[in-house]
């Protein structure tokens, strides 16, 4: 069985899905496979093995959605109170209606406040650059900073819509981040490492690289036209002000399966607990009733492809991870959790079954297909193995 893997995932790298990648099943219990094949920089004949360490980008918002309700828990944050309470700048964000004829953007008050809830399942009106084009369009008419400068003013953007009418795909989740912060006395890492990271045994996940993880750092390429693969450099930013809930973190794959694990097993890992068994299946439930997750449309190439996982089929969002609502080619049933991260690193929860893998490679833009069917395959053999139950 662990051939079986092993294979995939060679025969995946080698036909060009990535420099190299690494990847991980587990169950309730433990580890079923773990592996990596393939460079962590291509021509560099560094391996990519199993304990390499890749920016994972969006993964950290299940992190940082974990953390938050550690803090509903405790009665220091509440869902559904105004985040303003805690975030006083929430108070004052406005919904962006379009631009005049002098490209100056049109501004009104939201009719409902923004909640944490909102913030948390992608329904509160922030969006993203890289797939809305107003927002883009506001950043240039406003001089106002990219998200990945790490600016706190990045986050002072414009809402798209009213919270809680649609679901868009933005940076909600680095305000939860915030909130976080601010009621826990704590930078975001700080708090991960002394509740979640930490008590997970999560030791190679972090905002800011130790030396030894640097060590062990894969770096960055770019899929460019002819479907081949470069090395390329995301510029680090100059004088970050925040640590990115929405999507910070480098980590490895052996970290990520112990959060996954500790979702599987109702919020406890290794007799180390750190959500309510009732948290986890709240956060595992539809937080968003009718909506449901739509097609991320570029207007940013370099970052991002169109990107939708199983197109065309019903997703919901829960606290904080998209819902499959239905059951899929690859095995996992319908309530089954998942995200991705920028740079094509994916996951998956299966809590019905007691079953679920991570993968992480190196490559923009997102949603590059040849890398996530790598990750699919790897998933439906662990379907095919029959490793649930």
Known sequence: ???KFDQILADGIAAGAAPGATAIVVNRDGVVWQGGAGERVTGS????SEDTVGAIFSMTKALTGAAAMQLVEQGRLDLDAPAGDVCEWLNEAQ?????????NPIMRAPKTAITLRHLLT??????????????QRWQATMNAPSLFTLENKALQAPLAFDPGTQWEYGIGIDWAGKMIETVSGMGLGEYFANHLTGPLEMKDTAFTHTPDMLSRAAGIHARLPDGSLAPMELPAPENPEFEMGGGGLHGTVGDYGRFIRMILNDGELDGVRVLKAETVQIMAQNHIGDLRVKELVTVAPPFSNNAEFFPGKPKSWGLTFQINESEEHTGRPAGTLMWA???NSFFWIDRKNGLGGAYISQILPFADQSSLNLFLDIEKEAYDSALTG
């Open 122 to 135: 992608h329904t509160s009106g922030f969006t993203y650059e890289i797939w809305n084009a107003n927002e």
């Open 341 to 343: 991260g920028l740079a």
């Open 95 to 103: 919904v962006l209606e379009g631009f005049d004829a002098d490209d």
């Open 1 to 3: 069985m662990t051939n």
């Open 45 to 48: 004949g560094v391996a990519m």
